[in-house]
Structure formats: structure tokens, C-alpha cells
């Protein structure tokens, strides 16, 4: 092949890229899946999660783990996850449902953006994957813009240091039924410190999978799963999702800085996995954009 004819073969596979990204839903769909997967154990170990909620949307979470303290114990294949979103808890009434795809590139985990909602009101949500069921979670939209909002009953969290107590805190947020809750960060500890309540498993994390089963280990507590099911999260992060007082590329033992972001890049997609966060989160080049800002009614605007 002359270098001319390699040119026009690669301007030609560019261009057809370009336009099925005109038609492709986005990173998170589409493409081909596996057969009709069977499980070791549970694969909604983990429990569901919605996020982000807007007068018209809301996002929808879960990640597949029937081993979650084993990197997940998926195979490494796509795979095809079912929808329901209701206006009620009995699921009488359908409002959206469709498929997604749960991908090994992001440990399984789904975000499904939900639209054409109506503002204000509760929906209750699962996924289905094969012939399993996951737990049933509750959410709510945020009031219409500009709508007059007399209150909100929403909880502020964070700093869920595992080994320091139990999740008590959150076993009571989830009775509450809240409109929202906002998080604040630090929803892991990365550090492994016996401090004598509880510990967790292994050592200080570093490594992608470490971070994927540190969080597993958390979710699996099931005041914090009851939390996540009963109200939207809003979520941000502290310093422990990567390392203890870490600035931008420095941390604090002095790593280089061309190490220390390579644990940086996988402490951000670890905690995009299990967020549930809109697509604009997604990392990119090592990054991840965070700042976004909601609206509540002529009430709050929180940045």
C-alpha cells in the first residue's frame, strides 16, 4: 500500500466513525453483549442507587458483582441490563423501562439517564439481568424551575470512615424518605488503620481493583444500601477517594507525580463506577469533571 492509498484508507475509517457517532447514544450503549448470563451468587450484591435528580431526570444506578470483594467475579464481556422506572412501588404503572448495557471497561456498572419525567413527584425503579431481580429503589425529581417551594426535606453526610463505627446514621436517613441527599465526600477511607469498630479488607489501596473492592466493601453494608434506595444522592468527593490530603498531583508521602496520578486515574473511575452520576462525570485523560449545579424550585441552587 502506497502512502497515499494508507492516507485515504485512514481518512475514510475516520469518517465513518464520525457518523455512527452521529447515531450512537454514547459511550455507555450500544455494541454487541453476551448470551443470557447465569450467576455464581447475587449479581446485585451491591444494591441500586439514583442520583442527580432534575425536573425532568433522575439517574439511575447499579453495578454487577456476584463477588464483589473479588473485583466483581463478572465475565469479561458485555452484558444486557433491563429497566423499569414506576409511579408507583407495585410497579402498576410504568413511566420508562428499556436496556442498557453494563460494560467490563467500567466494572459493570450502568448510569441510566432517565427523562421526560414529571417534577416533583416520586418513581420507584429496578434492573433485571437474566432471570434476576434487583432490589426495588425509590427516587424523587427536583420541583419544576422557577416553581414556589415552600420546603425541602433533604440529609447532608460524609466522611464514612468503615473502620470508625457503624453506618447507624444511615439506617436512619433511609426511614426518612427524603427528597435528596447530599454528600459531601470522603465516602471511602483508603487507609487501613484498626481502629477497632471494624476493618477493612486489606492493606492501604493503590491499585484499581483495590479501589473497586474497597467500595464494594462499603456498599455492602446494608444501612448505607437502605440509604442509597430510599432517596436520590448528590454527590461529591473529599481527599480519601484517592489519598489523604492530596492536592491535584501531589500526595502526601512525596510519590512522584507521574506515579501518584496513575492511582489518581483509577481512584476517579473506581468512584464513577459506584456514583450514580451522569455521563459529563465521566473520566477523561486522567480527569474528572464534578461541577455541575441543580435547581430546586425558586428555593435552593446548589452548586
Same mark, same amino acid.
Given at each position: ?47 441500586? @442507587? ?51 448495557? @453494563? ?89 487501613? @488503620? ?110
Amino acid at each position: 500500500m502506497s502512502r497515499r492509498e494508507l492516507i485515504r484508507a485512514a481518512w475514510s475509517l475516520g469518517a465513518a466513525a464520525a457518523a455512527r457517532a452521529v447515531v450512537d447514544p454514547g459511550p455507555l450503549h450500544a455494541q454487541a453483549v453476551a448470551a443470557k448470563p447465569s450467576f455464581v451468587a447475587n449479581p446485585f450484591s451491591l444494591g441500586v @442507587a439514583s442520583g442527580d435528580p432534575l425536573p425532568d431526570s433522575v439517574v439511575l444506578w447499579t453495578r454487577l458483582a456476584p463477588r464483589p470483594l473479588e473485583g466483581g467475579g463478572m465475565p469479561m464481556s458485555n452484558v444486557d441490563v433491563r429497566w423499569e422506572l414506576a409511579r408507583d412501588e407495585g410497579f402498576k404503572t410504568v413511566a420508562s423501562s428499556g436496556t442498557t448495557i @453494563a460494560r467490563p471497561e467500567l466494572g459493570h456498572s450502568v448510569h441510566v439517564e432517565v427523562g421526560g419525567l414529571e417534577p416533583a413527584r416520586e418513581y420507584w425503579y429496578r434492573f433485571v439481568v437474566g432471570d434476576v431481580d434487583s432490589p426495588v429503589g425509590r427516587t424523587r425529581t427536583a420541583p419544576a424551575a422557577g416553581a414556589t417551594v415552600d420546603q425541602l426535606r433533604f440529609a447532608v453526610c460524609g466522611c464514612n470512615d468503615f473502620e470508625s463505627g457503624y453506618f447507624t446514621a444511615f439506617r436512619h436517613i433511609a426511614a426518612q424518605r427524603f427528597d435528596f441527599v447530599f454528600h459531601t465526600g470522603d465516602y471511602i477511607y483508603e487507609s487501613r @488503620a484498626y481502629k477497632g469498630v471494624r476493618e477493612h479488607a486489606g492493606d492501604e489501596i493503590y491499585t484499581f481493583v483495590d479501589y473497586r473492592n474497597r467500595y464494594a466493601q462499603y456498599k455492602l453494608d446494608p444501612d448505607l444500601a437502605a440509604a442509597h434506595a430510599s432517596a436520590p444522592f448528590i454527590v461529591t468527593w473529599d481527599d480519601h477517594e484517592v489519598d489523604n490530603d492530596y492536592a491535584g498531583s501531589v500526595d502526601e508521602t512525596g510519590t512522584p507525580p507521574e506515579v501518584f496520578l496513575l492511582r489518581r486515574a483509577a481512584a476517579y473511575q473506581a468512584y464513577f463506577e459506584h456514583m450514580p452520576l451522569r455521563r459529563t462525570a465521566l473520566p477523561s485523560a486522567g480527569g474528572m469533571r464534578l461541577y455541575r449545579r441543580l435547581h430546586f424550585g425558586n428555593l435552593i441552587d446548589l452548586n
